[in-house]
């Protein structure tokens, strides 16, 4: 399975307050920041809204696992 590199290559200073949440949502904080994620619709949706805000790209590592995966390990 694919996953998606992101990274954020602007600051937030003066862009609109959604899109500040959407980057927020993509786990991104500060400028030049990376994240790995899964290779989803919704990610790339996320992605199209604040393009001119990040760079990504797709890689062939396997994505991060979900909430409910990294609870299940928590557990055992």
């Given at each position: 399975?694919?996953?998606?590199?992101?990274?954020?290559?602007r600051?937030?200073?003066?862009?609109?307050?959604?899109?500040?949440?959407?980057?927020?949502?993509?786990?991104?904080?500060?400028?030049?920041?990376?994240?790995?994620?899964p290779?989803?619709?919704?990610?790339?949706?996320?992605?199209?809204?604040?393009?001119?805000?990040?760079?990504?790209?797709?890689?062939?590592?396997?994505?991060?696992?979900?909430?409910?995966?990294?609870?299940?390990?928590?557990?055992?």
């Amino acid at each position: 399975m694919a996953a998606i590199k992101v990274k954020l290559v602007r600051g937030l200073a003066g862009c609109p307050w959604p899109h500040r949440v959407i980057v927020e949502g993509l786990g991104l904080k500060k400028r030049e920041s990376t994240k790995l994620l899964p290779d989803t619709p919704q990610t790339l949706g996320m992605i199209a809204k604040v393009s001119y805000l990040v760079e990504w790209e797709r890689v062939d590592a396997a994505p991060p696992p979900g909430r409910k995966a990294r609870k299940a390990a928590a557990r055992s």
